[in-house]
């Protein structure tokens, strides 16, 4: 993932007192998550820390801190927030706590959406696809699986496409944009 932290929560209060001056008229990053389009600043309101999130240039989240132990915490919170995989569903407005049949409702849709998408194209490459592949249905999911990694590998697109990914413990995570955290070789 490309998050990145410049300052840790923990030094965020003694970096504020060290560049207070500066800050009371500027905006100094103090982490990213440049996969997402997430910055995470710092700045000066009233004598006291501000910290601002945006999402690609856009505000969307404001905290003003006003202690030591409240500004670790409430820095910390936030990286947790939007340094992980979990700003998607942020990002996307979902909570991300969905039933079971509610995931696997969502995967076959969006299985059925990028199949119909590959077939379309492959009717467009090549009309007689029918009359000539041996298997026209694995032809597309290999191609759709190609494609789809593809994009993550050489272009740092994450496909939204939800599916299960077993974890280190062997228990399977549903996850709506999974490529990064695929273990992929570039092509």
Wanted: charged share 35%.
């Amino acid at each position: 993932m490309a998050a990145r932290t410049i300052v840790e929560a923990s030094d965020v209060w003694d970096y504020f007192t060290e560049h207070k001056s500066e800050l009371a008229n500027s905006l100094t990053m103090i982490a990213e998550n440049h996969e997402y389009g997430i910055g995470i600043f710092l700045t000066e309101d009233d004598d006291l820390p501000l910290i601002m999130v945006t999402a690609d240039d856009e505000e969307i989240e404001e905290e003003a801190v006003v202690s030591r132990r409240d500004c670790e915490s409430t820095v910390g919170e936030i990286y947790d927030k939007y340094l992980s995989k979990d700003v998607v569903n942020i990002l996307i407005g979902e909570s991300g706590d969905y039933t079971e049949a509610e995931e696997l409702e969502t995967i076959d849709e969006r299985e059925m959406e990028l199949d119909d998408a590959i077939y379309g194209c492959l009717m467009v490459i090549a009309p007689n696809l029918f009359d000539i592949a041996d298997d026209p249905d694995e032809l597309c999911e290999d191609l759709k699986d190609h494609i789809c990694e593809y994009l993550y590998t050489q272009h740092g697109i994450s496909v939204y496409r939800p599916m299960y990914l077993e974890t280190e413990d062997g228990t399977d995570e549903f996850t709506e944009f999974p490529y990064p955290e695929m273990e992929l070789e570039e092509e």
